[in-house]
Nanobody, 125 residues
Framework: QVQLVESGGGLVQAGDSLRLSCAAS????????MGWFRQAPGKERDFVAV???????LYRGSVKGRFTISRDNAKNTVYLEMNSLKHEDTAVYYC???????????????????WGQGTLVTVSS
């Protein structure tokens, strides 16, 4: 069982940067593919970025070039560096873990089995 705890959310202004962290419990973190999702008020939860155990990455189109996902297996932590934030990036951001994702150049397949509680990011315009 993997437990995920997000941190780093907050209130920022448009154009600012923010880094989210997701700390995972367990000794097999490196075997997991990790993802970030977000849910804006009144909307469904959307994929933001994913990083495989082999460090392959994939991004949602609207964040590509602004957001960077990374992982530090020694710290059991995955990060989401967010730059040039926009009002439309306002959402609760969730970290998720999966075993056995297939990450391609335009999409991925597989299920995320473990989720964190989320951290709120608010971007004022």
């Amino acid at each position: 069982q993997v437990q995920l705890v997000e941190s780093g959310g907050g209130l920022v202004q448009a154009g600012d940067s923010l880094r989210l962290s997701c700390a995972a419990s367990g000794r097999t973190f490196s075997n997991y593919d990790m993802g970030w999702f977000r849910q804006a008020p009144g909307k469904e939860r959307d994929f933001v970025a994913v990083i495989g155990g082999n460090y392959a990455t994939l991004y949602r189109g609207s964040v590509k070039g602004r957001f960077t996902i990374s992982r530090d297996n020694a710290k059991n932590t995955v990060y989401l560096e967010m730059n040039s934030l926009k009002h439309e990036d306002t959402a609760v951001y969730y970290c998720a873990a999966s075993r056995g994702l297939r990450i391609g150049t335009t999409g991925f397949s597989g299920n995320f089995d473990h989720w964190g509680q989320g951290t709120l990011v608010t971007v004022s315009s």
